[in-house]
């Protein structure tokens, strides 16, 4: 198989004529057709020009339509073909041109319709969410009626998975962050004298705001998007049809074991993050102000009154019930495309966290005379 | 580029396939020939798709070697192994197509891909293939999720279809199909065959698409390749498998004449 290649000789009557050689097809792996282009675009700008394709050994649909895209999609008398490369170029040229056709994109939209748009999508979302809920409700009242119903291992596998399984990563965050806050503040107070505050200050924060915070954040990147991730590819491969052709209840069997499960599996996270980040606080107070471990630990008791323990537990299932709630909501949101699962997760964990700030910081208005 | 059109345009020599303890293919041997079309037949989980794989370059033997087009992928360079793989178009079982780009831009991918031709040509060529495969040109702005099984398998034609290859790996290429539907596809693909000039190799189940398309068979059975003759012969191989098989497509052959 010859390369394309052309020559160019010059006609008795002043003009031009090309003449096309070689194999002018995708399967001689050396042609480059961009480059042929290039070279042929004087060619295919001279009105002039005549174009000689009979000493071609093999054209293909690559090469005919560079040619044809040259010619401005149309043959005429200049163009010398064979028979059956007529026929292959009339079949090309037959074919809808790229400008007569609504391709569906490339409006352009004005900021009022998107605006309109997104605030279509945030009612859509809305509801769902409520639908869910509700859906939730149901299924709740269904199991009171019907106990032995209840998926037990289901619950206890989202129980391992999302509280088991995350004990490592949950304390040591929360020992680190422990450690940085117990350290800076040491600084600033020992400034004013006021070593002793540490404890309060520790203990304050990090039982009512950092551990349940803390633990939020980490569940929904953890579980809430493996949740997302997980509905969303059962809804991918049908899984979720096949569920619902048993008979099976998709948000009894996938939604409910989830929500029970990590909403009671968080406040004991809350509390194991909690107290390793008490933890980290006490050995970087003991390294910087010389506090005892036995001082802090019978001190803390005095300062922080137990009332703050219970919102934060109060607090954990919120949050969990919160980004379980949202993750489900994501993943059932899935369109059948990489796209769109991939988007759904994200945006899972970006609201999710966003819910979760935005509900402590009204939850701390309301209960800003308890425990203070 | 010069290339003898007598050397097979696959071979495979004394391939061996073993995950852990067990072995799929034993001292595996098949050529295929330019321009022929030749069905890869075998009970379930006889290693077809994996021989298969093992063609297009997706995995390795763990003993032996797979030439395309005289060449061992493996061996190859970037620039080489991404030239070779464009000579041989796969159709997956499922598809395959990309979920997140409509048809259009499922099939311009490879053609984008190669980065020789402009917007104008792309479309013009993708126009072209869905013709080819006897898709409507609305039909290009439909996202794979949207389109029925024998649409996605025409799809999934077309993209391999998109660089002009002169192999055709097809697995399972009917499956999934009603008869009417698969009729047409085998139709589809015999007519391609001879506009295009293609070699195929194809994995089926389906005995109407196998009389009806294919030049030459072989059967997989037993970890190696225990006949590979034209369809007719099939009845003269000493081997249950064959015999088996052969009476499923004696009359089918009849029927043709």
Known sequence: MADATFRVEDRPDGSRNVVLSGCWSLRAVDNNFADLREQLRPFF??????????????????????????????????????????????????????????????RVKTQAQRSWESYLAFVSHLLDFIGLMGALLLEILHLLRHPHEIPWKEISANVYKGGVLALPVTGLVGFMIGIAM?????????????DIFIINILGLAIIRELGPILMAVLVAGRSGSAMTAQIG??????EIDALATMGISRVLRLIFPKVIGLTLVAPLLVFWTSCWALVGGMIAAKLQLGIGFAFFLDYLPRVVQPVNLSLSMVKALMFGLLVTLIACHFGLRVKPNTESLSANTTTSVVVAITAVILVDAVFAIFTRNVGL | MSMNPSAPVCEVCNVWTEYGPTIIHQDLNLEVQHGEVMALVGGSGSGKTTLLRHIVG?????????????????????????????????????????????????????????????????????????????????????????????????????????????????????????????ENFVRLVKNLRHQLGLTVIFVTHDLDTLTSLTDRVAVLADQRIVACCELRQLGMVEHPFAQNFFQGVEHRLKLLG
């Open chain 2, 58 to 182: 997706l995995t390795e033997p763990s003993r032996g070697e797979i030439r395309l087009f005289g060449k061992v992928l493996a061996t190859l360079d970037r620039e080489q192994q991404r030239q070779t793989r464009n000579r041989f178009g796969m159709l997956f079982q499922q598809g395959a197509l990309f979920s997140a780009l409509n048809v259009f831009e499922n099939i311009a991918f490879p053609l984008r891909e190669l980065r020789q031709f402009d917007e104008d040509a792309i479309h013009l060529l993708v126009m072209h293939k869905l013709a080819l495969v006897e898709l409507e040109p609305r039909h290009a702005w439909l996202l794979p999720a949207q389109l029925s099984g024998g649409m996605i398998k025409r799809v999934g034609l077309a993209r391999a279809l998109a660089l002009e290859p002169e192999l055709l790996v097809l697995d399972e290429p009917t499956a999934g199909l009603d008869p009417d539907r698969s």
């Open chain 1, 182 to 194: 117990s350290y800076l503040m040491a600084l600033q107070l020992r400034k004013f004298g006021a």
């Open chain 1, 45 to 106: 700008a001279d009105p002039f020009t005549h174009w000689d394709l009979t000493g071609i050994e093999q054209i293909d649909s690559a090469g005919a339509t560079v040619l044809l895209s040259g010619w401005g999609h149309r043959l005429d008398n200049r163009i010398t073909l064979l028979p059956e490369q007529r026929t292959q170029f009339t079949t090309l040229a037959s074919l809808p041109a790229r400008l007569s056709m609504q391709t569906g994109r490339g």
């Open chain 1, 233 to 238: 590819v059962m809804r991918v491969t049908e």
